[in-house]
T-cell receptor
Framework: QKEVEQNSGPLSVPEGAIASLNCTYSDRGSQSFFWYRQYSGKSPELIMFIYSNGDKEDGRFTAQLNKASQYVSLLIRDSQPSDSATYLCAVNLSGGGADGLTFGKGTHLIIQP | GAVVSQHPSWVICKSGTSVKIECRSLDFQATTMFWYRQFPKQSLMLMATSNEGSKATYEQGVEKDKFLINHASLTLSTLTVTSAHPEDSSFYIC????????????FGEGSRLTVL
């Protein structure tokens, strides 16, 4: 049974600070890792994906992957009130897109002005 | 990026009626599409995998006779909720993968179903 675990929060971070979101997964065969942002009542939108150990940066977002520890994180620098949302971690076992993704329950992030 | 369109975005129906939700990939072909359901404050739960030209694959606990899936073409999958009941009220989201190394999923806008 593939599992993806996230702290549901809410995680409250002051505006301008770094928000750190964490995710662990149980299946060592997982090859691709995704962070989605979901605003209330909306469908998820992709922020980043990562499949190699280490860091991947895109603007204010940095994804970090440690396959040995089965741990993936998302850092949001200079956090803004518009970053307030639920962040979903997802993993793909095959890496080829054919098997769908397994999602965590999401972390509710609140950026305080 | 790739676009997946879902329709309708919200629907209200009476108990016992059937509701059809469409999911289209607008600028790419999708031999596979996924249907998720999300209850308030819960995570996305995969219901079924829709396969073009063959039967859908349902997740454990999802009634195939109640949630009919048809993948008629490389750009269209439909989910029909038959004999809907209030407990079927939920947010239904389709997605299609961009096949390749990343396995990235593109999501439709979602369809909010309310069964009275």
């Amino acid at each position: 049974q593939k599992e993806v675990e996230q702290n549901s929060g809410p995680l409250s971070v002051p505006e301008g600070a770094i928000a750190s979101l964490n995710c662990t997964y149980s299946d060592r065969g997982s090859q691709s890792f995704f962070w989605y942002r979901q605003y209330s009542g909306k469908s998820p939108e992709l922020i980043m994906f990562i499949y190699s150990n280490g860091d991947k940066e895109d603007g204010r977002f940095t994804a970090q992957l440690n396959k040995a520890s089965q741990y993936v994180s998302l850092l949001i620098r200079d956090s803004q009130p518009s970053d307030s949302a639920t962040y979903l971690c997802a993993v793909n076992l095959s890496g080829g897109g054919a098997d769908g993704l397994t999602f965590g329950k999401g972390t509710h992030l609140i950026i305080q002005p | 990026g790739a676009v997946v369109s879902q329709h309708p975005s919200w629907v209200i129906c009476k108990s016992g009626t059937s509701v059809k939700i469409e999911c289209r990939s607008l600028d790419f072909q999708a031999t596979t599409m996924f249907w998720y359901r999300q209850f308030p404050k819960q995570s996305l739960m995969l219901m079924a995998t829709s396969n073009e030209g063959s039967k859908a694959t349902y997740e454990q606990g999802v009634e195939k006779d109640k949630f009919l899936i048809n993948h008629a073409s490389l750009t269209l999958s439909t989910l029909t909720v038959t004999s809907a009941h209030p407990e079927d009220s939920s947010f239904y989201i389709c997605s299609a993968p961009l096949v390749g190394l990343s396995g990235e999923l593109f999501f439709g806008e979602g369809s909010r179903l309310t069964v009275l």
